[in-house]
């Protein structure tokens, strides 16, 4: 298996550890975590509660590009040391970006945000700069 197919896995498995903050947020709601309502008690959160559901749902919303890189790259049959140094630079910026929301390091973390969507644009286009 590719290091490009094992950071796609990794960036799958960022989905739900990306929800343990806003699961601990949640619990420390009076009441606790409510799995009957859970969306409707996220909505509600606020300070860095919210930051977590923000960091969450922005995982979310990131992976579709990345995964699409990553398979533009097994299509096109790219391989190169520079398609895997991307495929890492995305899963490092997305580990480090959901650090950084959380903690409300906002600069930082939007500087990160764009390292981590470059790398993903840059496997898109990677078969223009071939193997």
Known sequence: MTIQL?????AGLLHPLSKLPLIKAQAQCPGG?????PREQQ???TGWGKRALAAHQN???SLPLFASGVLVTMVADVSSSMVSFLAITYVIAR???LILYVKDISTLRSLIWIIGYLSSLALLISPA???
């Open 6 to 10: 094992w950071c796609l896995f990794i």
């Open 33 to 37: 975590y409510d799995n009957n309502n």
């Open 43 to 45: 909505a509600s959160l």
């Open 59 to 61: 995982q979310i919303e």
């Open 95 to 97: 580990i480090v970006y």
């Open 129 to 131: 700069w071939g193997n």
